[in-house]
């Protein structure tokens, strides 16, 4: 949630044109005359768009952290089915490392023998397949459907991350800057999904399988649920609502902006990440003191406690009264005016009791 795209980029071009890939890629007999003679632009094509999409993946949470290099590529697909494609080798012809021509170079596998590792893909004639290689098309079809299907589910997330749990949360779920209760869940859901076109209607949870575990915790066996998703998409649903079930709450913090959890106990409107101009202090530092004097400048019952405050820090400075009687007073004044913020008592009454 805390990573935002390039202004450059629009995510849903990137979904429209890797699911045209998956049309002028997907390799029949019969197929498409432009598709067919075009078909190694539309390789690299679709492999520069993958590009951009794995730059993004580097600067996202937790992909910056976990991705290995090399990633696979389409290419890697396309090789492992190499056969359906022109080579230009000759018998004659000895691969090694230093084997170059236009259709690939020389790579040497696991087991130490070379072969060639395609970079143009030309389709070869594909009118009269053995039942063995209909089967293998078929499975490079189907590999390379899965693998732009990876990407249009990590691009779709995305949308539905900015589009739906965002203004779900910033909008509804902090409305009374408090954890709201189960029925405000339910609520605000509701409200949400009849007020905003794209809603969370839009999202279908999909798992392939649903289970339990028992996993050994810091001391003792817990039993854990073992849920395998179909989509990334999916598993943010479903984390997302069992997380607000058990108060785990995301907020945006109001100082940096960024997005950080909140845990069932204490509400936080800012997050202790390190401030970049002091890492001594975090936001929650700054921004208790920007609170406390917002209140301060605009809640009467605020106003009047903090001049009441300083009044008697000083007659404590001053030894004019003990640390027990600070301590005691600050303990009713602070009672008086949480009394005061509820309506419990008026006004003129806070006023005068808490200057005595």
Known sequence: MNYTPPKNIDLKDFIYEIRQFKIRLNIFPEMDYDYFHGFNDNVH????????????LRKLPP????????IIGLDDFLNSHDYFFENGLNSSDRIDEDYVSEYGEGERDENGNYFLRLHTFDLVTLDDL??????????????????????????TAILQVQQIFKPF??????????????????????EFNKSKAINFGEIRCKMDSFGYKSLKGKQELMLCEEIR???????????????????FLPNQCKNCGKFFLINGGRYFSYCDSPLSDEPNKTCRDVGARR??????????????????YKAHYARYLKKKMSVAQFEEWSRFASELRDKALAGEITFEQYYSDIRR
């Open 130 to 155: 053995e039942d063995y290689m209909e089967d293998s098309l078929r499975e490079l079809n189907s590999s390379i459907s899965a693998f732009l299907d990876m990407y249009i589910g990590f691009l």
């Open 169 to 190: 949360i910033t909008e509804y779920i902090h409305r009374k800057e408090s954890f709201p209760a189960p029925n405000d869940v339910a609520e605000y859901f509701s």
């Open 291 to 308: 609170r406390y004097g917002d209140k301060c400048k605009n809640d009467p019952v605020w106003q009047t406690y903090n001049r009441a």
């Open 45 to 56: 094509d679709a492999m520069s768009l993958l590009d951009k999409v794995n730059k993004m």
């Open 63 to 70: 992909y910056n952290k976990i991705l290995r290099y090399p």
């Open 229 to 247: 998703f179909t989509d990334i998409g999916s598993f943010l649903y479903y984390d997302f609502f069992n997380g607000l079930k058990h108060n």
